[in-house]
């Protein structure tokens, strides 16, 4: 079994401040991670993943997430945001031997000007 | 292309209606999904086909009916729902679904938001 845990239900942040968004996770096995951002109306785009090898991962818009397996910990940060970062992020795992994701409850950024 | 098209985009239907959701991929990706989001909720994983046959049924209620007609299309079939069924609906495919490094990676659609009256 897998859970995922994203501390943070809202994050309010102003404009081209830096912001973290935490994720913790709990696994019996090897998880794949993920972080997806879904913007009002829309679906869910993959911002950046780890799958293997180096543990720090660059996503699109200048986000970059740090693996630690010692904390169970995939936190997503970005050194400083704009408006247009205002949505729903999600955290999620998957175990290496397939099977379906589990996503966290998500955590909502608003960048104020 | 990663892209994973829905239609329709919006959809409004009785509870005596029946009505399909259609996903496309033209990726070659060998594993389709069905998720239901509720708002300010997380995707819930309702079905997952893996070269075309169900692999995994989230014990979802009879009156949704996947299909998987070939590797490109995914259906989802709606009969005598309840107004709580009302969500958005969406689809992700991945390479493989099973377990192999970056084709664990779903590549999400924008969803068809229901409206159940």
């Known amino acids: 079994a897998q859970s995922v845990t994203q501390l943070d239900s809202q994050v309010p942040v102003f404009e081209e401040a830096p912001v973290e968004l935490r994720c913790n996770y709990s696994s019996s096995v090897s998880v794949y991670l993920f972080w997806y951002v879904q913007y009002p109306n829309q679906g869910l785009q993959l911002l950046l993943k780890y799958l293997s090898g180096s543990t720090l991962v660059k996503g699109i818009n200048g986000f970059e997430a740090e693996f630690n397996k010692s904390q169970t910990s995939f936190h997503l940060r970005k050194p400083s945001v704009h408006i247009s970062d205002t949505a729903e992020y999600f955290c999620?795992?998957?175990?290496?031997?397939?099977?379906?994701?589990?996503f966290g409850d998500g955590t909502t950024l608003t960048v104020k000007p | 292309d990663t892209e994973v098209t829905q239609t329709p985009k919006h959809l409004v239907m009785g509870m005596t209606n029946k009505k399909s959701l259609k996903c496309e991929q033209h990726m070659g990706h060998r594993a389709m999904y069905w998720y239901k989001q509720k708002a300010k909720k997380p995707p819930e994983l309702m079905f997952v086909?893996?070269?075309?046959?169900?692999?995994i049924n989230e014990s979802v209620p009879s009156r949704f009916s996947p299909e998987c007609p070939n590797s490109s299309l995914l259906n989802l079939h709606l009969h005598a729902l309840q107004p709580e069924d009302s969500a958005l609906y969406l689809c992700?495919?991945?390479?493989?679904?099973?377990?192999?490094?970056?084709?664990?990676?779903?590549?999400f659609g924008p969803g068809t938001r229901l409206l159940v009256l």
């Open positions: 999620a795992v998957r175990s290496t031997n397939a099977g379906k994701s589990t």
């Open positions: 992700a495919s991945s390479q493989a679904g099973q377990g192999f490094g970056d084709q664990e990676t779903q590549y």
């Open positions: 086909y893996s070269y075309e046959k169900l692999s």
